[in-house]
């Protein structure tokens, strides 16, 4: 696939899902570039600000097989992986497929179920795979998670750790939106139901070749050397305990070669690694002084890291 043609699919996918999200384009252009680097999206926010709607929209947008669970204390390990039961008629084991068995993944409230099942999605988050009882099982791609959590509830909550957040390419804020944005939401739908009414505008198999043309855009060696310093500099802070790890590196570079291809682009910007540093460096960035304030603490650290890093000025130039 060419990358013209990429522009033009994703495009078409953004222009769906805006007929159901309001003023929202950053994020759906976001999360769009997270799905094309093979990444993973944790939305954080608030109730009622279109978390899960927008994850909805997305997989009614693709034609891809979509499930959604609602993390709760109670959920299993095996609720999600699966498991092997006795099957009586048949006379042995068979294995019975759990909610990772699908393309898109909602996990809604992912914070609400306990460490163990929440450690559940670690395998297959990174190698794609699943294991239950000794024997490993692929998963069909492509395979996304867009997980939520409310940030400001946490009565019965349980904290993500470190290596669960590192597992997600972003972690996103959907924010509310403007008087004008809220209007056009009661707008569409007081009387009516504009998420039941989209369909798909992409197939599993040109997403799949989505994926292969983002790996075209090129990356200069500046751009390279630019994004390791901002990545090292979140490392060399007395305010902050843990930097962004070698495999940050390697996602932000990769968010940035979805973005620069869905922007029309052969080619990654600075603007380009500017505008994905916090949501791909945020939330692996772990402070010295708590949670308190930490997301106002987290975005002050990012932006002044990008103001002292100086940013590749000259004119960039395709190789072949």
């Not at 993973?40 to 979509?66: C, N, Q, W, Y």
């Not at 699943?130 to 395979?143: Q, S």
């Not at 790996?215 to 751009?223: A, G, L, N």
């Not at 291809?261 to 505008?275: L, N, S």
Request: charged letters at 25%; aromatic letters at 6%.
């Amino acid at each position: 696939m060419e990358l013209t043609q990429l522009k033009e699919l994703a495009d078409r996918i953004r222009q769906n899902m805006e007929k159901v999200i309001v003023g929202k384009s950053r994020v759906i252009e976001l999360v769009l570039a997270a799905l094309l680097a093979d990444g993973h999206v944790l939305l954080e926010d608030v109730p009622g600000t279109g978390k899960t709607m927008l994850a909805k929209s997305l997989a009614r947008s693709i034609d891809m097989t979509f499930k959604r669970i609602q993390f709760t204390p109670d959920l299993l390990p095996s609720d999600l992986i699966g498991i092997n039961y006795y099957n009586q008629k048949q006379g042995e084991f068979e294995f019975r497929r759990g909610a990772l068995f699908t393309h898109i993944l909602l996990a809604d409230e992912i914070n609400r179920a306990t460490p163990r099942t929440q450690s559940s999605l670690l395998e297959s988050m990174e190698e794609k795979q699943i294991t239950v009882d000794g024997t490993t099982y692929p998963l069909e791609k492509p395979f996304f998670v867009i997980a939520t959590q409310n940030p400001v509830e946490t009565a019965g909550t349980f904290p993500l750790p470190e290596a669960q957040l590192d597992r997600f390419l972003m972690q996103l804020s959907m924010g509310y939106t403007d008087k004008a944005g809220t209007l056009a939401i009661l707008d569409r739908f007081v009387n009516g139901a504009p998420d039941q009414e989209i369909g798909p505008v992409c197939s599993r198999e040109e997403l799949l070749e989505m994926r292969q043309a983002v790996k075209q855009v090129y990356i200069h060696p500046d751009i390279s050397s630019y994004t390791v310093d901002i990545v090292e500099k979140t490392r060399d802070r007395d305010d902050v305990a843990l930097g962004v790890s070698p495999r940050g590196a390697l996602s932000y570079l990769r968010a940035a070669q979805a973005l620069a291809a869905i922007r029309g682009r052969r080619y990654v910007t600075p603007e380009d690694i500017k505008d994905l540093a916090l949501p791909v460096l945020g939330h692996r960035i772990i402070l010295r002084t708590g949670l308190r304030n930490r997301s106002t603490q987290i975005e002050n650290i990012v932006h002044s890291i990008l103001e002292t890093i100086p940013a590749p000025t000259e004119d960039w130039k395709l190789e072949g």
